[in-house]
């Protein structure tokens, strides 16, 4: 599966071998560094092109890289392609904001996606009209996710999020998706679990709520780059658990 070293990664300036196994893929590369600088040792920075950055260091002694992914599924898709097929990574944890939806989310609550729903053409794209595809976390990830959660004392919700075509979108009836349980809206997590499938790697959503679309409150723009630390240890201790 990977490609051969002459052939360049288009949108990531790595070398082989720069990438860990298992790397945290939040859409803010300024969260990315956040988390490089302030989670990790022994740093490297591995790849800016277009500002994406991406850094590879050490998590309780494990490698762990940390790689920007921007907004949306057809962002997202190019980075995950290129990592898995240029860098051999296994496993991504995407460390994200969301929209809380569910009446007993708050603000700054946890979210683990068990799965997503979406109103992006990616899942009927890949299978045909008629089938709809659902796209799931992988279980001993967020097994794993949920119980280090556990023990970190951090409350989480699990269940179904939306990922959303469109951040702006005054069209869709919200109030049917809170009444399906849906819990919160992002824009990537469908498109990363069904790249999961299709590209063979292991997947999960760790979300932080930054604002809520039925309420008033919201994070700034500063708070969702660098106060979601509960979200990076649950997923740190993911990424590493079992090693
Ligand atoms: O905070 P990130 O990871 O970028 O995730 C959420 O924030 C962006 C929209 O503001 C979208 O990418 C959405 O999925
Ligand atoms: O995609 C997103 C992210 C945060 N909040 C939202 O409402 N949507």
Redesign the pocket.
């Known amino acids: 599966m990977i490609k051969e070293e002459h052939e360049m990664s288009t949108h990531i300036g790595a070398q082989m071998g720069d990438y860990a196994d298992t790397v945290l893929l939040p859409g803010d590369p300024l969260r990315a560094k956040y988390i490089a600088e302030n989670f990790l040792e022994n740093v490297k920075q591995v790849n800016s092109v277009r500002n994406a950055f991406g850094y590879t260091g050490e998590y309780k002694g494990h490698r762990v890289s940390v790689q920007g992914s921007g907004m949306g599924i057809p962002s997202m898709s190019i980075y995950i392609n290129e990592l898995v097929k240029f860098f051999g990574v296994k496993t991504i944890i995407r460390v994200g904001?969301?929209?809380g939806i569910a009446p007993d989310v708050h603000l700054r609550d946890v979210i683990l996606a068990q799965g997503s729903s979406t109103d992006s053409a990616v899942t009927v794209n890949t299978f045909g009209p008629g089938f709809h595809y659902a796209p799931l976390a992988d279980f001993k990830l967020l097994d794993t996710a949920y119980h280090a959660a556990e023990k970190l004392g951090i409350d989480t919700k699990v269940g179904d999020i939306f990922a959303?075509d469109r951040?702006y979108n005054d069209e869709l009836d919200m109030q049917k998706l809170r009444d399906y349980g849906i819990l919160g809206?992002?824009?990537e997590s469908a498109g990363l679990y069904l790249l999961a499938a299709k590209l063979h790697f292991r997947a999960l959503s760790v979300l932080t709520v930054?604002?809520l679309?039925f309420g008033e409150e919201k994070t700034t723009a500063e708070e969702r780059e660098k106060t979601f630390n509960d979200m990076i240890n649950i997923s740190l201790e993911t990424a590493i658990a079992g090693k």
């Open positions: 904001s969301c929209g959303a951040f809206t992002e824009m930054s604002d679309i």
